[in-house]
């Protein structure tokens, strides 16, 4: 039985409370060059991302120490309101050729971002063991994932269908849309999204991982980006992008090399202000090795391996060299740097990559005490995107008023903390975000709980997932599925044009199944009309 679920089956298995760390054998010494020189082999563990059912161990552990602090009206509002968020994953999906391919809109927005995709996904890979339709909707989206960057690298959003670019306004042209991409903001987190999503889905139990892997698109694309990445560690000479929203004629600010991979856009889809993004590069650099272990356990090309290792050793060396700044005698991470001595310092973005989330990042290389005194900082009014009053606090961006608040970056402060108590307030906060309908919203007025931007936001909700799942160790799919079975006896009280054959009452689980509530053709993404219950 499912913790909390008093289903005789769960709706799902495999909690993502429950750890899941995969240890990998790397290879001798000059096969990578992060390996030290010292020892034959070495043990490296690479866990699967927190949004994909992989807490960091210290919150999974203090899960029972985390639920006593909340009330058992507490914990089960949470639960409910978890439930929900896992469900509307589902109203986001559209699978083609019986899941061959797959859509994952945003939410109000009907484009498809490699990024918020992945972590949408992520709250569905630990379920696809037991729901075999989930694997064709996260398998159909990965190939769509890659088909998309295969088409254009340095786009960060594409459409459900191809649009003849002809038919766009010049104003659309001029930014890069048409064809399959509605927005051309290059955003270097994006395609590691996609590199990690790949090893998430390989750390995931089950029959034959590595078959949607091997596929020649799922490599093509995890070789361009590798290449790509490569060309904007030297923007300034060698790089073919340019938009028309940035500085010198589409270049961008000035740059010099560092080491790292230049940028156009943070993960907020704002421009940078300058061209190297730390924590991105953390990510990416995260992401390649993930690559790199990928090739070796499935891909095993060996011009892939050289590219990729050179280029993770170069991210690396590029972030411990320029990535730190000194601040009031501290040393800290800066947010962003041009490699012509401007950093920006002080400063963080909710959107993830940012730098309250390393610890989640995957990056093996960070400094936990710089990354603390960098923490303490981001969290208090030194950051100018952090706001408080006596009803809310938290992280918000430039892509939003001040003032607003980022419940996403709410659930990566949980994730990040080494304090019970303070990831019991911040679910207790998070039950005061609804806005009305029942789900996480983009962000939240600091004044006016009941002020919040975009209302149907799937990255929001994914991350409410992990943070509830992990935080206090139950698995949200059993209250998701009383929630469905509740909306279908509501459904059918309202009809008695029928009654059961079999002359007794009328039930629930004689109706639909969750497989045959998912939409398996190219329809038009509408927000759902009635969100409290999602079947």
């Known amino acids: 039985m499912p913790p909390g679920g008093d289903l005789p089956l769960g709706l799902f298995s495999d909690p993502p409370g429950s750890q899941h760390a995969v240890a990998l054998q790397v290879g001798a010494p000059g096969d990578d060059p992060l390996l030290s020189s010292g020892a034959a082999s070495r043990r490296s563990v690479l866990p699967a991302e927190a949004w994909a059912g992989f807490p960091p161990p210290e919150v999974a552990a203090g899960a029972a120490e985390v639920a006593a602090l909340l009330s058992k009206r507490e914990r089960k509002e949470l639960e409910e309101l978890c439930g929900r968020c896992l469900f509307e994953q589902l109203k986001m ?58 088409q254009d690298p340095y786009a960060n959003a594409y459409y459900l269908k191809w649009k003849d670019p002809e038919k766009h306004s010049k104003n659309e042209r001029i930014i890069g849309r048409g064809g399959w991409v509605a927005t051309r903001n290059y955003e270097l987190d994006s395609g590691a999204y996609f590199l990690n999503l790949l090893w998430n889905l390989h750390s995931m139990p089950g029959y034959g991982r590595d078959v949607l892997l091997a596929e020649p698109v799922v490599f093509e694309a995890a070789s361009l980006l590798v290449d790509v990445w490569t060309t904007e560690q030297h923007h300034e000479e060698r790089s073919p992008y340019r938009y028309s929203e940035l500085p010198r004629d589409g270049v961008g600010p000035p740059s010099n090399y560092t080491g790292m991979s230049w940028c156009g856009y943070r993960p907020s889809d704002d421009p940078q202000t300058y061209g190297y993004n730390v924590p991105v590069n953390m990510y990416a650099q995260a992401a390649v090795e993930r690559a790199l272990e990928l090739n070796r356990l499935v891909w095993r090309d060996a011009d892939f391996e050289k590219r990729a290792a050179a280029l993770a050793a170069s991210l690396r060396k590029g ?147 992990a943070l509830v799942e992990g935080a206090l160790g139950v698995d949200c799919a059993a209250p998701a599925e009383r929630l469905r079975l509740a909306k279908i006896k509501e459904r059918e009280a309202r009809d008695t044009s029928a009654v059961p054959q079999n002359g007794g009452q009328d039930h629930e689980l004689y109706y639909e199944t969750l497989e045959d509530t998912i939409v398996f053709d190219a329809v038009v993404l509408k927000p759902p009309k009635d969100v409290s219950y999602i079947m």
């Open 319 to 465: 972030i411990e060299q320029w990535g730190i700044a000194e601040v009031e005698g501290q040393n800290v991470y800066a947010y962003e740097v041009d490699g012509l001595g401007n950093q920006l310092v002080d400063f963080d973005d909710a959107n993830v990559p940012s730098l309250l989330s390393i610890p989640l990042l995957g990056y093996r290389h960070f400094d936990a005490a710089i990354y603390e005194a960098t923490r303490a900082r981001l969290l208090s009014p030194k950051n100018p995107w952090y706001f408080e009053s006596e009803k809310l606090r938290g992280v918000g961006s430039p892509h939003t008023p001040p003032g607003y608040v980022w419940p996403l970056g709410l659930s990566v402060q949980g994730l990040t903390s080494h304090d019970p108590k303070e990831r019991a307030d911040l679910l207790r906060t998070l039950l005061k975000l609804q806005c009305g309908n029942g789900l996480m919203h983009e962000s939240v007025s600091v004044s006016d709980l009941n002020a919040c931007t975009r209302q149907w936001f799937g990255w929001a909700n994914a991350m409410l997932v």
């Open 93 to 150: 999906v559209i699978g083609y050729g019986n899941g061959h391919k797959a859509f994952v809109a945003t939410g109000d927005i009907p484009f498809m971002w490699i990024r918020d995709s992945a972590v949408q996904l992520g709250a569905l890979l630990p379920r696809m063991q037991q729901r075999p339709a989930l694997r064709l909707l996260v398998e159909g989206a990965v190939r769509t994932q890659a088909f998309f960057i295969v």
